[in-house]
């Protein structure tokens, strides 16, 4: 039944995903006059929340859904010491494979990642700076 399939999908979240939801949209960030909106996720939230890495699957659309967000960065600490993903999404006037490709990444014009080594916070500003330059060009 229909139903039952949109239940399987948007209503059996993990507890351990809803508390990592909740943690995540405190660090949420809007720059360049709400262009760009960004999520962090620090190796501490994980411990916290008892969420895995897979559990972060879609928290990045919170950032994008902001009314006048054109891009949505997340970067998450990953269990490798000095080390993120970060995950880029477009509505489409944004080319985020372009940004992406910056730091070693790929994917398509509106959705793509990178693995990156360094601080959560230095990663996050470097992507921010990369994506307000490409809004600006």
């Keep these: 039944a229909p139903w039952l399939c949109a239940q399987r999908v948007f209503e059996d979240q993990p507890l351990a995903k ?6 995540v949209l405190r660090t949420l960030e809007l720059h360049g006059d709400g262009k760009i ?6 190796s501490e939230m994980f411990a916290a929340s008892g969420a895995d890495q897979e559990l972060t699957e879609g928290l ?20 490798t010491p000095g080390t993120c993903k970060v995950s880029l999404r477009s509505r489409g006037t944004v080319d985020v494979a372009a940004t992406s490709m910056k730091f070693g990444g790929g994917g398509h014009s509106a959705a793509a990642g990178a693995t990156v080594k360094g601080s ?3 990663i996050k500003a470097r ?11």
């Design 120 to 122: 959560l916070a230095d």
């Design 37 to 42: 909106a960004s999520l962090t996720i620090s």
């Design 60 to 79: 990045v659309n919170f950032a994008r859904s902001v009314e006048g967000v054109e891009a949505a960065v997340l970067v998450r600490e990953t269990p």
């Design 127 to 137: 992507v921010v700076s990369a994506l307000l330059d490409q809004i600006r060009a």
């Design 18 to 23: 809803v508390r990592l939801t909740a943690l």
